[in-house]
């Protein structure tokens, strides 16, 4: 198995970077649910009900996603322990 080597110091700005990025996801993930909601009293009938139930869901678990990604701490000290044990 080959070497792997972490540098934490690395990861300390990419924690920055990365609180930055996924705050402004879940910035935009609520305005374009928000821009969608107002969709509806323009958008209606069989196809628009389709497509509002089918972007709720997805719309749900990216934000999801991104939610878990809060604590990014502890992700990236997820990485660190993964990658020290290779």
Excluded: P
Excluded at 3 to 24: Q, R
Aim: proline share 0%.
């Amino acid at each position: 198995m080959a070497d792997v080597y972490v540098k934490t110091e690395a990861l300390s700005a990419w924690k920055s970077d990365m609180e930055k990025i996924n705050k402004s996801c879940l910035e935009n993930i609520e305005n374009i649910m928000s821009s969608m909601g107002e969709l509806n009293s323009s958008f209606q009938g069989d196809y628009a009900e389709k497509f509002e139930t089918t972007f709720d869901s997805f719309s749900k678990k990216v934000k999801s996603s991104h939610e878990d990604l809060v604590d990014i701490e502890n992700f990236l000290n997820k990485i660190v322990e993964v990658m020290s044990n290779q």
